[in-house]
């Protein structure tokens, strides 16, 4: 069974610049979650989504942060304009109901110059 | 926001040695989770204890968590050197339907 792909893994631009960020989770697994992870610190969460609906997103700055689940399966998370303070790691994470586990992706890797 | 606090924040031993990393939290749980994370990698999940449960086991690692204290201790014993990653605690509050917030995380070295 395939996991949690995400892409890219890597991104560099510059400030200003768009950018986004594509997950696609385990099959079956109806809630995902985007964190954001800073260089030793753990995953903060930015937005849930359950199916195509997101249940909260308090913590997703959404001046410059959108993000988008349509169909209920992949999800896209864009920020537009980056600013310095944006680079991290991306994390994706889909929840398995029947164990309670989270199951993450790799992560994209964004730096900001 | 982060939910919890690990502590230490970097632990390093020789290894043989058991490592133990704890964390602490604030709100009602409905459980708390341990998750792994090897540099540059997405985090893996390692055990699962419930609000109603005390301790549990998996191989060499021992959970145990104090609901009224609101803390959680993993214990990984006979450490080996592919044990060398950051752990981090997350809980699923109470009422939230699924919210999971992880903590701070613990650095933890094996010497070969």
């Known amino acids: 069974e395939a996991g949690v792909v995400q892409s890219p893994r890597y991104k560099i631009i510059e400030k200003k610049q768009p950018v986004a960020f594509w997950c696609n989770p385990i099959?079956?697994?109806?809630?995902l979650y985007w964190y954001r992870q800073n260089l030793g610190q753990g995953p903060e969460l930015l937005i849930r989504y359950e199916n195509e609906e997101a249940v909260d997103d308090s913590q997703l700055p959404k001046d410059r942060f959108s993000a988008e689940r349509l169909k209920g399966v992949d999800s896209t998370l864009k920020i537009q304009p980056a600013e310095l303070g944006d680079s991290a790691v991306y994390l994706c994470a889909g929840y398995d109901r029947n164990t309670g586990e989270l199951f993450f992706g790799e992560g994209s890797r964004l730096t900001v110059l | 926001s982060q939910q919890g606090e690990e502590d230490p924040q970097a632990l390093s031993i020789q290894e043989g040695e058991n490592a133990t990393m704890n964390c602490s939290y604030k709100t009602s749980i409905n459980n708390l989770q341990w998750y792994r994370q090897n540099s540059g990698r997405g985090l893996v999940h390692l055990i699962l204890i419930r609000s109603n449960e005390r301790e549990k086991h998996s191989g060499r690692l021992r959970v145990t968590l104090d609901t009224s204290k609101k803390s959680s201790s993993l214990l990984i014993t006979a450490s080996r050197a592919a044990d060398t990653a950051s752990y981090f605690c997350?809980?699923?509050?109470?009422?939230?339907?699924?919210?999971?917030?992880f903590g701070t995380g613990t650095s933890l070295t094996v010497i070969p």
């Open positions: 997350a809980t699923d509050l109470y009422n939230t339907g699924n919210q999971f917030y």
């Open positions: 099959s079956g697994h109806n809630t």
